[in-house]
Nanobody, 116 residues
Framework: QVQLVESGGGLVQAGGSLRLTCAAS????????MAWYRQAPGKSRELVAS???????DYADSVKGRFTISRGDSRNTVWLQMNSLKPEDTAVYYC??????????WGQGTQVTVSS
């Protein structure tokens, strides 16, 4: 059974940093795609950053230059380093492993709140 567990969220002032961690079990990370999404109150879930199994990385325009996704395949872990945080980054952040339409795994989410 695949499980994704996020951690590292919290309350931070604007301009601060947080590092989110997604630890996976029941799956081997090597060579598979993974991503971070977020959902703010009253808004739909949006893609923040993604990393393919071959190492290609992409970011939402709103976080480019501030957020960094990285993966530790040997540790079955993916991180999201978030710098220069803004109040509009406030959301629940979710780890996602999209293996296929029928095998699309999500974590439970971690709250990030950025105060102005």
């Amino acid at each position: 059974q695949v499980q994704l567990v996020e951690s590292g969220g919290g309350l931070v002032q604007a301009g601060g940093s947080l590092r989110l961690t997604c630890a996976a079990s029941g799956i081997i990370f090597s060579g598979i795609p993974m991503a971070w999404y977020r959902q703010a109150p009253g808004k739909s879930r949006e893609l923040v950053a993604s990393a393919t199994g071959s190492g290609s990385i992409d970011y939402a325009d709103s976080v480019k230059g501030r957020f960094t996704i990285s993966r530790g395949d040997s540790r079955n872990t993916v991180w999201l380093q978030m710098n220069s945080l803004k109040p509009e980054d406030t959301a629940v952040y979710y780890c996602n492993v999209p293996l296929s339409q029928s095998n699309n795994y999500w974590g439970q989410g971690t709250q990030v709140t950025v105060s102005s």
